[in-house]
């Protein structure tokens, strides 16, 4: 929920400021995307100069998000995105709220000079923003950018391409609406958005209708090849090497959604993904109930996230990796007793 105190300070700052650049973080997502374009929407509205900024490209998946072309990315054009961020009266950082999450643009974005502004739902803010929309228990950014928008502009504010943006922030972080953080504030804010035209179906079509046959088989393939389920402790891994990506023609986005295919065995609570990129091996966590896999992420993998979901990477070799994810088995299955038991 959106408290009336942080809009009057989102009000302040706004007022006098004329170029607004919009962050997100690396690897961005529907969430981090979709409340990027909405946002600056809304901004320009009233008549803002506005321009969003991502570390790098996000996923194809999102190529139908109206204004994704416009994005300037760090890693394609850095002198730009550097400008920008020096000339901003405010910026935003959405969907993240540590600038390490901004991987290569972190320096540029420390040394800007403008009001930080910040909307977030990941446990644990840096005080960097001057004000700051905050809910560790809310679902998704975009359910608490709505709040934003209406609380600054009205709830008509959103009109459907806006509210298209922020459905597919809600609908990808929620799991499409299955995950605990969601709550009946989630189902009112859909309803309010489907009140002002609001179509919801082509975003199910655009994420998830229809995807290339590579990766498909890229799934079927590490669910088959890459799987290992450890029954005793609960607990499934999924990897993939940089072969077995370049096998399928991986292209971004591809891996998305693996480390669900872990979690859905039966049985399992706790499941890892690792693939190896380019410069570093990047990993997912994911766990039902009580036991949290940021606590992992972060202790073990130099990570963080939510409790049921988190990410993480290393610069070992992704076979050092799994030999210390197995390591780590008789802990994880620790940590689901102690979660189960009440304890932790
Ligand atoms: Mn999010």
Redo the contacts with the bound molecule.
Sequence with gaps: MVDAADLVAFRKHLEGANTVAITSHRSP?A??VGTSLALARFLRSSGKDVTCLLPDAPDEALDWMEGVEDIVLFDRDPGKAQDILHRADVLFAL?YNGMGRLGPMADAARSATGTWLMVD??MGPEDFPAAQVHDARCS??AELLWGVIAGLGGKDAVEPVMASLLYA?MMT?TGSFRFASVSAETHRVIAEMMDRGLQHTPVHEAIFGEQPMDRMKLHAFAVVERMEVHPEFQTAFIHLTAEDMARFNYRAGYTEGLVNKALGVAGVKVAVFAKQSTDRVKMSFRSVGKYSVRDLAEQHFDGGGHNNAAGGASNESIGMVMARLRGLLPEIAAGLKAAEEGMS
Aim: glycine share 10%; proline share 0%; no cysteine.
């Design positions: 997502d969430d981090a969907d739902h990941h998704s950014t922030g972080d």
